[in-house]
């Protein structure tokens, strides 16, 4: 058990700019979530998978959020035309699939300039 | 609908002095409650979880909570600071009833940033 893994740690890009970021599960979980949290304040769940599918979004997903999982291993969340309000650390986690701890990554920070 | 309250957006402590995080849920039925820690830079860490067996819950580092539905709390309590413990804590509820997808939805408190004082 190698733990969950994210990357990049630190992203720093303009405004405008597409960004993607990769999560890396604890192998064998079938369930993978990727949360936002902004300073200061506890993490926002943002989208949901079910090995391969997505099975739930958050209205915080807006249309320039795009998240896969297309093996149903690792996951990819894209963010297209950042913008300032885009700043966060990103974080991923996962769980088995019939129990409800979440393990998380250590996160991706975002800082759009 | 649920939501958790954490009272508390600071608490210090002197280090060896017992340390009390207060937590409170809304929750249609019932959840499991968890804790986690996060240190500067590091991951959310689980340190317990409850889910409606023994209503004290002792998890990682001493730290143990209490659920107590009348009250609707879970509050985190650790003996004896020790200056590690320093870090946000958060209260977690995740309602197993909000499932039209089978999964646990969780909700994160603000979170609650422990300073412990040499």
């Known amino acids: 058990d190698t733990g969950v893994s994210q990357n990049p740690r630190h992203k720093i890009t303009k405004r405008g700019q597409n960004v993607t970021f990769r999560c890396d599960p604890i192998?064998?979980?079938?369930?993978l979530y990727w949360y936002r949290q902004t300073l200061g304040q506890g993490p926002e769940f943002l989208t949901y998978f079910q090995n391969e599918a997505q099975l739930e979004k958050s209205r915080l997903l807006s249309d320039r959020f795009s998240a896969e999982r297309p093996k149903g291993s690792f996951s990819t969340l894209e963010i297209q035309r950042t913008e300032q309000g885009d700043s966060a650390m990103y974080l991923c986690?996962?769980?088995?699939?019939?129990?409800?701890?979440?393990?998380f990554g250590p996160g991706t920070r975002l800082t759009v300039l | 609908a649920q939501s958790v309250t954490q009272l508390d957006s600071h608490v210090s402590v002197s280090e060896g002095t017992p340390v009390l995080l207060r937590c409170n849920y809304s929750?249609?039925?019932?959840?499991?409650l968890f804790w986690y820690v996060q240190h500067p830079n590091k991951g959310l860490q689980l340190l317990l979880k409850?889910?409606?067996?023994?209503?004290l819950v002792k998890g990682i580092n001493g730290f143990e909570a209490e659920f107590k539905k009348s009250e609707t709390s879970f509050h985190l309590t650790k003996p004896s600071a020790h200056m590690s413990d320093a870090a946000e804590y958060f209260c977690v509820v995740s309602d197993k009833t909000v499932m039209k997808t089978s999964y646990d939805k969780v909700i994160f408190g603000p979170g609650t940033s422990l300073s412990v004082i040499p």
């Open positions: 409850y889910t409606s067996a023994a209503t």
């Open positions: 929750s249609s039925y019932s959840p499991s």
């Open positions: 986690a996962s769980s088995p699939l019939l129990r409800d701890t979440q393990y």
């Open positions: 192998s064998e979980h079938n369930r």
